[in-house]
């Protein structure tokens, strides 16, 4: 590991801190690695570099034609779903979680193409990849 020093306000390094404690990080350096790392795949994400990602769906399943068309916006990528998983919350609705790898733009596109399905209630996403 390489060390370096850095300059900060006293009152800023004091906020730091607090953070560094609400948020239970072991260290300063720990929470700076963090911090840089967020940094890189945000910036990653918005280069349209590879990520991965889960896109998680809720929706009424009794909703007409929506499992097909679901099924069919699924079946368009195939090269970045990896995985589904799919899980019965109650009598109506459905929750499905995609594993998904690709470009970033792509899997926006694939978020997006669930939000515009008549029936799906609520649709999140979140984007990592590996960083050092
Ligand atoms: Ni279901």
Redesign the pocket.
């Known amino acids: 590991m390489e060390r370096f020093s850095i300059s900060i306000e006293e009152e800023l390094l004091k906020k730091f801190d607090d953070f560094i404690a609400r948020h239970k990080y072991p260290s300063r350096s720990h929470a700076i690695r963090d911090f840089i790392r967020d940094a890189l795949i945000e910036e990653a994400i918005k280069h349209n570099q590879e990520v991965f990602g889960t896109i998680t769906v809720i929706y009424n399943?009794e909703v007409k034609d929506i499992t097909d068309r679901i099924t069919h916006l699924q079946h368009g990528y195939l090269n970045e779903i990896r995985a589904a998983v799919?899980?019965?919350?109650d009598e109506k609705?459905?929750?499905e979680t995609l594993i998904v790898h690709g470009k970033a733009g792509v899997i926006k596109n694939i978020a997006k193409g669930l939000k515009g399905i008549k029936g799906v209630k609520h649709v999140k996403f979140i984007m990592t990849r590996v960083e050092p």
């Open positions: 399943h799919h899980v019965h919350i609705n459905c929750l």
